[in-house]
Every structure is written in structure tokens, then in C-alpha cells.
């Protein structure tokens, strides 16, 4: 799987949008954009992932830049709760035969949510 | 969205005995479900990936003998820890790939193991 590349920390207002950064410069055709977080001593919860297009769900929206060697993972209307460790991982998907495939995490964003 | 549950959530055990951790997918079926394990402050590391039916596979420097793994159903899967020594202790965190989706992983709230 291609390397990605996460600012260490981020600070964000409660309220404002939080745009986490993601380089991942080598990533291959047939690898997703997937992102997850992990709050404090829990499972990581995913949120979303995209090819190439923009992808928006409930959650989040994410910008693939048009190269795919980048992206941004924006959370519209920060909370206290989305304080968390934000992982940008590159894997295949189904449609590219990555069934068997296990995640390999960085060491992601830490987000702190200020009131 | 899909659950996935792990039991215990927490366990202590005496160095040298074993412990087992289980891992559930609730609402869908998983043909593949992997095991990660995370020490403090450190990022998850993928362990080993089950597979329903067949043996595991694991990741480059993690014992198969002391790590054994059982996929007997798709929607459980069994890590035990044998023989366990201090250096074990650790977060155990499992996934389950959905079949029916587009194999997004979906996480258990995680096993904090405390070898004593």
C-alpha cells in the first residue's frame, strides 16, 4: 500500500469546519482514499472513502485533488466530539481486487476541538 | 451502519496463561476479518487476517504459535494469546470487512489485555 503523509496535530473552534490535510503522493491507480478515526481507547470508526471524485456522506466530505496525490478530509461543523486521531490510509477496494487486504495505519492527525 | 463487538473489553491475566479474545460481526457476514494490536501511543499494527474456514495469515515477525487464530463462521473470530508474558499487554483491536458494501472495514470497540 501506498505511504500517506498527516500533520502530527491540528487545532480546530468548535463550530468551524476542520480540514485535515493527506499527502499521498504515490498512490496507484487502483488504491482508494479511505479515511478512519480513533477516539481515545476505541475502535477506529470509519468515515469515508473515494476513488477520484468528491465524495460527501453524513460525516464528512472528502476533496481528492485531480492527480489523486492528495487529499482533504472536511468536517463541516466541528464538535467536542470530533476530537479523535483522523487516519488517511491508501488501499485497494473490491472493484480492484483488495478483498484480502489489511489497513496500514500512519500515525494519523490528532484533532483537538477547542470550545 | 455495520457493528462489530468484541468480548471481554478488558481482561487481566497471570504471565504464562492464555487468554481468548472473540470477535463478532453483528449485522452482516465477514469472510475475512483481520487483528490489529496497538500499544500506547503508537498507531495500530495489522497482526494477522483471518480467513472463514481456512488458516490465518500473519504479518512478518508476529509468532503463529503464540498468536493463534479461529475463523469458524462468518461472523466470529477467535484470537488467543498463549502463554502470555507482560510484553503482551496491549490494545487487541479486530475488524470485519461487509460483503455487501465495498469493503470498508468496520472496527470492534477493541480488547485491553493486562498481563500480570
Known amino acids: 500500500d501506498a505511504k500517506t503523509t498527516q500533520p502530527p496535530s491540528m487545532d480546530c473552534a468548535e463550530g468551524r469546519a476542520a480540514n485535515l490535510p493527506c499527502n499521498h503522493s504515490t498512490i496507484s491507480g487502483n488504491e482508494y482514499v479511505y479515511w478512519y478515526r480513533q477516539i481515545h481507547s476505541q475502535g477506529p470508526q470509519y468515515i469515508i472513502h473515494?476513488?477520484?471524485n468528491n465524495e460527501t456522506n453524513e460525516m464528512a466530505s472528502l476533496i481528492i485533488t485531480e492527480d489523486r496525490k492528495s487529499s482533504t478530509l472536511i468536517l463541516p461543523h466541528a464538535t467536542l466530539r470530533d476530537t479523535a486521531v483522523y487516519y488517511c490510509i491508501v488501499s485497494r477496494s473490491k472493484y480492484s481486487g483488495g478483498g484480502a487486504d489489511g489497513l496500514t495505519f500512519g500515525k494519523g492527525t490528532h484533532l483537538i476541538i477547542q470550545p | 451502519g455495520a457493528v462489530v463487538s468484541q468480548h471481554p473489553s478488558w481482561v487481566i491475566c497471570k504471565s504464562g496463561t492464555s487468554v481468548k479474545i472473540e470477535c463478532r460481526s453483528l449485522d452482516f457476514q465477514a469472510t475475512t476479518m483481520f487483528w490489529y494490536r496497538q500499544f500506547p501511543k503508537q498507531s495500530l499494527m495489522l497482526m494477522a487476517t483471518?480467513?472463514?474456514?481456512?488458516?490465518?495469515?500473519?504479518e512478518q515477525g508476529v509468532e503463529k504459535d503464540k498468536f493463534l487464530i479461529n475463523h469458524a463462521s462468518l461472523t466470529l473470530s477467535t484470537l488467543t494469546v498463549t502463554s502470555a508474558h507482560p510484553e503482551d499487554s496491549s490494545f487487541y483491536i479486530c475488524?470485519?470487512?461487509?460483503?455487501?458494501?465495498?469493503?470498508?472495514?468496520?472496527f470492534g470497540p477493541g480488547t485491553r489485555l493486562t498481563v500480570t
Open positions: 475488524s470485519a470487512r461487509d460483503l455487501q458494501g465495498n469493503y470498508e472495514q468496520y
Open positions: 483471518s480467513n472463514e474456514g481456512s488458516k490465518a495469515t500473519y
Open positions: 473515494g476513488l477520484k
